[in-house]
């Protein structure tokens, strides 16, 4: 009998016959150190979506790392496969993984800068479609809480940053609203 793949194994646990069993943590931390992105996404639905079948659970310092990654990939492949996120697709799912460590006291002195770091460095290194995507589908969103706009506010002085800062504000400015701070 054929030893099915890394994926094989990862989609039989979000939608074959093992569902509701729970899931080694040692297995899904094997998993991660993939660099098919494909897996990734796999691993990404996994973790988010099926988090509480993961024994004993994954701490956040597991899988952070992981996820930005993930996303990162994403961002810059832009991938269009059934189990990736797409360029839009991981902006939009950065923010999520954003605001909820801005509201946690303690991820945001210890993750908040960190990510404002690698989207700076993800904006910095990206070319025109990264950029644009950056701005549009995390930036723009991110800047509809002020303290947040007040956080990036340094981006104003930066000679590329700026324009990112300048082009996601008018989002807010002409009454851009989503449901992300909801």
Not at 9 to 23: A, D, M, N, V, Y
Not at 46 to 69: G, K, N, S, W
Not at 107 to 114: G, L, Q, Y
Not at 152 to 174: G, K, N
Request: hydrophobic share 40%.
């Amino acid at each position: 009998m054929k030893t099915p793949s890394p994926l094989q194994e990862i989609t039989s646990e979000l939608t074959g016959e093992f569902g509701s069993r729970p899931i080694a943590r040692q297995r899904v931390l094997e998993w991660m150190r993939t660099d098919d992105i494909e897996c990734m996404g796999a691993i990404h639905s996994l973790i988010t979506e099926h988090y509480d079948r993961i024994q004993p659970a994954l701490q956040f310092d597991e899988y952070h790392p992981f996820v930005l990654t993930y996303f990162q990939r994403c961002l810059l492949e832009d991938p269009q496969s059934e189990w990736t996120a797409t360029r839009y697709g991981a902006g939009h799912a950065f923010i999520g993984w954003f605001v909820c460590a801005w509201r946690d006291p303690a991820r945001r002195t210890s993750t908040i800068p960190e990510l404002k770091e690698w989207l700076a460095a993800l904006y910095l290194a990206g070319d025109a479609d990264v950029r644009t995507a950056l701005v549009q589908a995390t930036l723009e969103h991110l800047f509809e809480n002020p303290e947040v706009v007040q956080y990036f506010s340094d981006w104003r002085e930066h000679p590329v940053l700026s324009t990112a800062y300048d082009e996601a504000i008018e989002w807010v400015e002409h009454g851009g609203r989503s449901p992300f701070w909801l």
